[in-house]
Structures are given as structure tokens and as C-alpha cells.
């Protein structure tokens, strides 16, 4: 049996061509039409804590197709090594139709899904973008918002983005274009934005509430670390709070986690997913109070970029 098998430099080959942000908002249509299936993230811990797989399902019926992403965490004695790879399987036939390194395609995916958050959840008016963070998600995340809206600034801040590179920071200004610039400062960063961008690796709270202004639109990403968060617990309490799925989010993000275990957030609180977001089948926000979006890397988002990544090499 055949089954194309693609490394990191076949898939960088053809990228440019997919239309990630579109596959990614079609696939949470489908999510929330049920042509689709989400289960939980299941995690497989190493013995003597030595590292983890964890491993990202699902089922996207009406596109005729399953995935499997597996992605490793293996401590090492001075580091760790992460990779990633997704299987597609047939769901007419069963069999194997892919085999993909996934390593760029988890960023990409991640970026364009936190894209149609913004697309539903920020407000009209929103013309102020802050992003918190440097690397290679940074990177792609503005590459995906500064399509969404005409951004009058976008305001870039890490701990260590003054150690960035001057072709590292050309690349950021080729994807955010003359309005980006990297603040000194977190508080200069956030200062007045209506959508504010965590796209870090932090384990704990990046942000809190003494840090925004007014109700904008925050958005966060999951790292390996265990129980990462990029915002305090507390903060959900007095945010509307949406998430990429509302069946598996809550008991894998690390603030929802931690703010249930508290008392002071429960998961019946969450207002909307990206599925009931895409179908209009759920409330947008008031904008009365700051907005929290959640992406914990879904399944089917892997599924879906490796599915579009394999018809366009197959044209």
C-alpha cells in the first residue's frame, strides 16, 4: 500500500498556495453543523516524567476523512525536542492516505484559527492591534489578522524582542507592513488595543486585569508546559469567554483549569465556539466587558490543513 508521505520541506514547497484561514473556517462550519467530530485531547505521559504524547483526533465526515496528530515532548538532559506528525485515514475505505510532518502546519493552523476568532469576535470598530510575543507564532498570527481588518497599529512586545534580529524583524514588518512597531514596553504594547494577541510559550499569567483597558478582545494559545496560561485565572470571571471547541477546551486550558479548581469560573459559563461562532448559531459580545478567546489546538484543525495540504499537491 501506497501512502504519500510528506516531510516539513514538501509541505513549505506548496503552502503558500493553500488557503489555510479559509480550510479552518470551513471545518469549524462543518463542527458545528455536526458533519464533524471533536473528542478530548488524549495525553500519554513517559515514565519517570520524561515527556508526553499528546494526541489530536477527529472526524470530519462530509470532507470523508479521519486524523490522528501525534505530538511528542521528550526531556532530554540539556532540552527537549518537540515534533509533530499527522496520519489522514479514509472514511470510505479506512485506509492510510497521509502521512505529514506537521511541524509548520501546528503553527499555521494555530494562527489561522485565532484569525476567525478575530473575524467573529472583535468588535467593528477594532482598530489597534497588540501582540505579545516574538516568535514563530507571532509571527504567523499577524501574518493572518492584518488580512482581517485595515489596523490603523500593530504593536509588537516579548521579553525578548529587543534581542531579535534585524531579518527577524524585517519579517515581522513584511507581514504587518509600515504600521507595526515593537513597543518598549508590555504596558506601551497594550495601551488602548481593541484586540490584544498572546502568542507565547509562557507557563504562567502573561496579562492581568490591571494590564487592559476598556473590553477588548484577547486571544490565547496552548503551550506544552503543564497547566500553561497566558492570562490569570481570575480575569474569566469577568470576561465573556469563547473558545475554539466547548466540548474538550475547558479541561485541557490551563486558566480554566485553574479557576474551576478555585471556585471562580465554570465551564457552563463559556458563551460560544468557533462552530456555533461560523454558523451564527450563538450570541456575540456585548463588548460591555472584555472578551476572552481560547484555542487549545484542536484535532480537526490538524485534519484539516493536512487534508488541503494533500489535495493541492495532488493537483
Same mark, same amino acid.
Given at each position: 500500500m501506497a501512502v504519500l508521505t510528506l516531510n516539513e520541506n514538501d509541505v513549505l514547497k506548496v503552502l503558500p498556495s493553500v488557503d489555510v484561514f479559509s480550510t479552518i473556517e470551513a471545518m469549524f462550519a462543518a463542527l458545528g453543523k455536526g458533519e464533524a467530530l471533536q473528542p478530548k485531547q488524549v495525553q500519554t505521559l513517559f515514565p519517570g516524567g520524561k515527556g508526553d504524547f499528546i494526541n489530536y483526533s477527529g472526524v470530519w465526515m462530509s470532507a470523508g476523512v479521519y486524523g490522528l496528530k501525534t505530538s511528542p515532548y521528550i526531556i532530554h538532559e540539556n532540552g527537549y525536542t518537540v515534533t509533530a506528525w499527522t496520519l489522514l485515514m479514509s472514511t470510505e475505505t479506512g485506509e492510510p492516505i497521509l502521512l505529514v510532518d506537521s511541524s509548520c502546519l501546528t503553527v499555521e493552523r494555530t494562527a489561522a484559527t485565532t484569525a476567525v476568532a478575530v473575524k467573529y469576535l472583535a468588535q467593528p470598530k477594532a482598530t489597534r492591534l497588540a501582540v505579545i510575543g516574538s516568535g514563530a507564532q507571532a509571527l504567523a498570527h499577524i501574518r493572518y489578522v492584518n488580512k482581517l481588518r485595515a489596523w490603523d497599529s500593530i504593536r509588537v512586545w516579548?521579553?525578548?524582542? %529587543?534581542?531579535?534580529?534585524?531579518?527577524?524583524?524585517?519579517?515581522?514588518?513584511? #507581514?504587518?507592513?509600515? /504600521?507595526?512597531?515593537?513597543?518598549?514596553? /508590555?504596558?506601551?504594547?497594550?495601551?488602548?488595543?481593541?484586540?490584544?494577541?498572546?502568542?507565547?510559550? #509562557?507557563?504562567?499569567?502573561?496579562?492581568?486585569?490591571?494590564?487592559?483597558?476598556?473590553?477588548?478582545?484577547?486571544? !490565547?494559545?496552548?503551550?506544552?508546559?503543564?497547566?500553561? %496560561?497566558?492570562i490569570d485565572p481570575a480575569m474569566l470571571s469577568a470576561m465573556d469567554v469563547y473558545c475554539d471547541c466547548a466540548e474538550t477546551t475547558a479541561g485541557v486550558a490551563g486558566e480554566m483549569k485553574l479557576a474551576i479548581e478555585?471556585?471562580?469560573?465554570?465551564?457552563?459559563?463559556?458563551?460560544?465556539?468557533?462552530? !456555533?461562532?461560523?454558523?451564527?448559531?450563538?450570541?456575540?459580545?456585548?463588548?460591555? /466587558?472584555?472578551?476572552?478567546?481560547?484555542?487549545?489546538?484542536?484535532?480537526?484543525?490538524?485534519?484539516?490543513v493536512a487534508l488541503a495540504v494533500m489535495k493541492e499537491i495532488q493537483k
Open positions: 516579548s521579553l525578548n524582542s %529587543h534581542e531579535l534580529t534585524q531579518d527577524k524583524r524585517e519579517e515581522f514588518i513584511k #507581514a504587518g507592513g509600515e /504600521k507595526l512597531s515593537f513597543a518598549a514596553t /508590555k504596558e506601551e504594547a497594550l495601551q488602548g488595543a481593541d484586540v490584544i494577541l498572546l502568542c507565547t510559550s #509562557a507557563a504562567a499569567s502573561v496579562i492581568e486585569q490591571k494590564d487592559i483597558e476598556g473590553a477588548p478582545l484577547v486571544t !490565547s494559545i496552548s503551550t506544552n508546559a503543564p497547566c500553561a %496560561h497566558e478555585q471556585g471562580q469560573w465554570s465551564p457552563d459559563q463559556v458563551k460560544g465556539d468557533l462552530g !456555533s461562532l461560523v454558523n451564527g448559531a450563538c450570541a456575540k459580545p456585548a463588548y460591555d /466587558k472584555p472578551v476572552f478567546f481560547r484555542s487549545i489546538g484542536q484535532g480537526l484543525e490538524d485534519v484539516a
